[in-house]
C-alpha cells in the first residue's frame, strides 16, 4: 500500500475526508467583535443559562454539537467517534458533555491547538477506514480558564499589554468519507517547541517559533509554497505572535503577506474591545474556522485554506515554578477541491 507518509512530519489523505458541516456558538463580547454575524448562535448570558461557568462550557459544546449533527442531518448514534477538548484540568468541559451520549470518544489536550489536532485525527480516522462519520469538537470559556489559569474575575487583576482575552466560544465539525466538501487534504504534526518565554501573559511570543517550525516543515515536506494557499491562518498568536511570526519567514526570504491572517486578531477589536493582544483559547479558532472561514470556503471566497492551531502548553504550576512555556503548531490544508 502507498504510503501516506510525506517529509519528516507531514502526510497526505490519498481519499479526503468531507467536512460535512459545521457549527459554532460564542459568547457576549464574541457577538460584539468582527464577526460576530458569522456565528451561529451567541448568547447574552455567558453562562448560557448555567449555574458555573463550567457547565457554560459543556453547554457551549452541546449546542455546537446538536446544530453541527442537525445541519448535516445525522443523530448522535451516527457518529463513529468524537475527538472533543477544551483547556479545563481534565477536560471537564468536554467529558461533561460527552457523558452518557453513548458516542465512543477520545478526549484530547493540546491546549488552543486543539481544533486543529481534533480535525487532523478525524481526518485520519476516516481516510483509513476506521470510521465512516466523526465529530471534531472544541470550546473554551473566558470565565472557566481565567479561574484555572490566572485569578478569579472577582479580584479584578491588571492585565499587561502582551496579554489575550480568553474566547467565550466553540467549534464543532462532522467528518465523513463522502459529501460536497470542502476536504482535508493533507496534515502536519507539530513537534514541542520552547524557545524559553516564561511570560504567562506573553502566549503569542511562545507560541510563534512553534507556529513558524510547523509552516517551515509543511511547506518543505509537501512541496508548496504559501502562494500556493488562498488564506494560511494561525490561532491563535493574537497581534504580537501574528507579527512574530511574519518576521521569522521575512529573515528568509519569504513574505506571507496578505495571505496571512490570525484567528486571535480576527475575532476582536482589540482596540474598541480592550482585548489586548487579541484573542486565545481552544474555542478562538474553533470558533472562527466553523463559521467565519468554513463559510468563506462554502462560498468560494476562499478555495485553499492552511488552518494551522497553535497551543501554549502551560500549566498554573509548571509558571509557578519558573518553567519556561512549550509550545505546538498542528496544520491540517482544507481546500474546496478533493485534489
Known amino acids: ?160 499589554p502582551t496579554a489575550q482575552w480568553t474566547v467565550t466560544g466553540a467549534g464543532a465539525a462532522v467528518i465523513g468519507s463522502k459529501g460536497d466538501g470542502p476536504f482535508l487534504l493533507n496534515a502536519t504534526v507539530g513537534t514541542i517547541v520552547d524557545d524559553g518565554i516564561k511570560d504567562a501573559a506573553n502566549m503569542g511570543a511562545a507560541m510563534a517559533p512553534a507556529a513558524y517550525e510547523t509552516l517551515r516543515a509543511h511547506f518543505d515536506d509537501l512541496g508548496t509554497s504559501p502562494e500556493d494557499y488562498d488564506l494560511i491562518v494561525t490561532g491563535d498568536l493574537g497581534k504580537l505572535g501574528f507579527r512574530l511570526v511574519k518576521d521569522l519567514f521575512s529573515r528568509d526570504g519569504v513574505e506571507l503577506e496578505e495571505r496571512y491572517r490570525d484567528c486571535g486578531v480576527l475575532i476582536f477589536d482589540c482596540e474598541r474591545q480592550d482585548a489586548h493582544c487579541g484573542g486565545s483559547g481552544c474555542g478562538c479558532s474553533a470558533s472562527v474556522l466553523c463559521g467565519h472561514l468554513l463559510q468563506k470556503m462554502r462560498r468560494r471566497e476562499i478555495r485553499k485554506l492552511l488552518f494551522c492551531g497553535t497551543g501554549a502548553l502551560l500549566s498554573p504550576l509548571t509558571t509557578q515554578q519558573g518553567e519556561s512555556i512549550p509550545s505546538v503548531c498542528h496544520a491540517v490544508t482544507i481546500s474546496t477541491e478533493r485534489s
Not at 448560557?48 to 459544546?61: D, H, L, P, R, S
Not at 446538536?66 to 471537564?92: I, P, S, T, Y
Not at 484530547?108 to 465512516?132: F, I, K, P
Not at 490566572?150 to 499587561?160: E, H, I, K
Open 1 to 160: 500500500m502507498e504510503t501516506a507518509h510525506r517529509g519528516k512530519q507531514s502526510f497526505v489523505f490519498h481519499d479526503p475526508p468531507a467536512i460535512l458541516a459545521f457549527a459554532s456558538v460564542a459568547g457576549k463580547k464574541e457577538a460584539d467583535g468582527p464577526l460576530g454575524s458569522t456565528f451561529d448562535k451567541t448568547a447574552k448570558d455567558t453562562k448560557f443559562g448555567q449555574k458555573t461557568w463550567e457547565k457554560a462550557e459543556t453547554q457551549m459544546q452541546r449546542t455546537a454539537m446538536e446544530l453541527a449533527l442537525q445541519k448535516a442531518g445525522l443523530r448522535e448514534e451516527q457518529l463513529d467517534a468524537a475527538f472533543v477538548g477544551d483547556l479545563l484540568n481534565q477536560c471537564v468541559g468536554s467529558s461533561f458533555c460527552m457523558r452518557n451520549r453513548n458516542i465512543p470518544t477520545f478526549g484530547l489536550y493540546g491546549a488552543c491547538s486543539t481544533m486543529a489536532e481534533s480535525l487532523m485525527l478525524a481526518a485520519m480516522s476516516v481516510n483509513a477506514g476506521y470510521c465512516r462519520r466523526v465529530l471534531a469538537l472544541t470550546s473554551s470559556h473566558f470565565a472557566s480558564s481565567e479561574r484555572q489559569y490566572r485569578f478569579p474575575l472577582a479580584y479584578g487583576g491588571q492585565r499587561t
